[in-house]
C-alpha cells in the first residue's frame, strides 16, 4: 500500500509520517507550499510556507527514509481560500479558512494528487479518527480519542470517497505520545511549538492583512443601539466580529458587544451580552457523513465555533441544501460564517456554514 503524507514541517504530520512507514506503508511525503511572502504582506519566518518548516519537512524524510516533494497551489489557495476570507470580511461574516482551506485544497487538490501519483491513501496530521461501519456501509468521521486536540469540528466538510482513502494516524493517541515518538527518532522538530493562527495572518491583524491585499481601506461608518441611535463611528466593519467587547471606544454605563454587523449600512450595532443570546440558526454549504439526509427531527449537540463546547439542539433539513438548528438554551453569538458542526456523541454527523 503507498501512502502520499501531507508533511507541514510540524511534529504532528512528521509522527504520522514515521507511523505509516512503521506500519509497512510505502510512503511519500509532501508540502503544499500555498502563498510567497507578497500575498501576506509579510515574512514567512513563522508561518507554514516558512523555508524553516520547509527544511524541517525535508529533514524528516530524509531520517524515515522516504522521498519529498513540494507541490505548489499558491493560485488555488488565493483563489479558493484567501480571496473567499476577504469577501465574507467585507460582507460583515466571520469566516473559518480553516475549514476552506481542509475542503479545498488537503482535501480536493491533494487528494486528487494522491490518485495521481497512484497512491492509495492521503495522510495528515490530524487528531481525528475514522471508521467503517458495517451496519450502515458508511465511513464515520469521530472525535480523536485526546479530547484536548481534537480536531473534527475542520473536517466535517470530508466525503465517503475521501473517509474511505484517508488516514489520521495520530487520532488514537495524545500529544505527549506524539512528541515522544519524535524525540525517540531524534526528528529536528520535536520540541517545535504549535502554530495557533491562521496560516497566511500569523500575526492575527485580520484587518491590516485585508487591507494590505485589497490595497485599499475599509471605510469608517456609525455604531448604532438596536433602535439604530447613532453611538459613534467605526474604524470600517472588517475590524468586527459578533460578541467583540474590546477596541470599541464607545463610553456606555454597561458593557457594549457587536450584536450585528450590517454591510448595506456599514453600521455596526451594539448591544448587552443578553442581546447575544440566541436560540436558533440555519446553515448552508451543508454536508453530511452519517446519512444522506436527515428526516423528520434529530436529536444531538453541535459546536458553533471550534472552541465552543457541544450543546444539546434538535436539527431538521427543511431543504436540500439549508439545516435548522434549535438549541435547548440560547447561545452566545451565534455567528455568521462559521460553521457549526452535528455530533452524536463521538461521531460526527454533518455541518454546514451559519447563514
Known amino acids: 500500500m503507498k501512502a502520499l503524507i501531507a508533511m507541514s514541517g510540524g511534529v504532528d504530520s512528521s509522527v504520522a509520517a514515521q ?27 513563522d508561518t507554514c510556507c516558512s523555508l524553516e518548516n520547509t527544511q524541517d519537512a525535508r529533514s524528516v524524510t530524509e531520517k524515515i527514509g522516504i522521498p519529498y516533494h513540494i507541490f505548489h497551489y499558491e493560485n488555488h489557495f488565493r483563489e ?32 486528487e494528487k494522491m490518485k495521481e501519483l497512484g497512491c492509495d491513501i492521503l495522510v495528515t496530521g490530524h487528531y481525528a479518527r475514522i471508521k467503517y461501519d458495517p451496519e450502515s456501509g458508511r465511513y464515520l468521521l469521530l472525535k480523536a480519542l485526546d479530547p484536548a486536540k481534537d480536531q473534527s469540528y475542520v473536517l466535517y466538510m470530508m466525503t465517503q470517497d475521501m473517509l474511505s482513502h484517508v488516514q489520521f494516524p495520530l487520532g488514537d493517541q495524545d500529544k505527549q505520545r506524539t512528541r515522544e515518538i519524535a524525540a525517540e527518532k531524534n526528528f529536528i522538530n520535536a520540541k517545535k511549538h504549535d502554530s495557533q493562527d491562521i496560516c497566511f495572518v500569523p500575526d492575527g491583524d485580520y484587518a491590516g492583512f485585508i487591507q ?29 466580529t459578533l460578541g467583540q467587547r474590546r477596541g470599541l471606544g464607545i463610553p456606555a454605563e454597561h458593557r457594549l458587544f457587536v450584536t450585528k454587523i450590517d454591510p448595506e449600512s456599514n453600521t455596526v450595532t451594539l448591544g448587552s451580552n443578553e442581546d447575544l443570546m440566541k436560540k436558533t440558526l440555519y446553515a ?29 439542539c434538535t436539527v431538521t433539513q427543511p431543504e436540500d441544501d439549508l439545516l435548522r438548528v434549535e ?27 451559519i447563514s
Do not use: W
Open 19 to 45: 507511523i505509516m512507514s512503521s506500519r509497512g506503508y510505502e510512503c511519500v511525503g509532501c508540502t503544499m507550499r500555498l502563498y510567497e511572502n507578497d500575498v501576506i504582506g509579510k515574512d514567512l519566518l
Open 80 to 111: 479558493q481560500v484567501i480571496e473567499p476570507f476577504i469577501d465574507e470580511y467585507l460582507h460583515g461574516r466571520t469566516p473559518n479558512p480553516c475549514i476552506e482551506c481542509n475542503r479545498c485544497l488537503k482535501f480536493q487538490h491533494l487528494f
Open 212 to 240: 494590505r491585499y485589497t490595497g485599499r481601506e475599509c471605510p469608517a461608518g456609525d455604531f448604532v443601539d438596536a433602535g439604530g441611535h447613532v453611538l459613534g463611528r467605526h474604524k470600517g466593519i472588517i475590524h468586527y
Open 284 to 312: 448552508r454549504r451543508i454536508n453530511l457523513i452519517t446519512t444522506d439526509r436527515i428526516e423528520g427531527s434529530l436529536r444531538c449537540s453541535a459546536k458553533i465555533r471550534y472552541r465552543h463546547k457541544e450543546q444539546p
Open 327 to 353: 438549541f435547548d438554551q440560547p447561545q452566545r453569538a451565534i455567528t455568521p460564517g462559521q460553521s457549526v458542526v452535528l455530533y452524536d456523541g463521538d461521531v460526527v454527523i454533518g455541518g454546514g456554514i
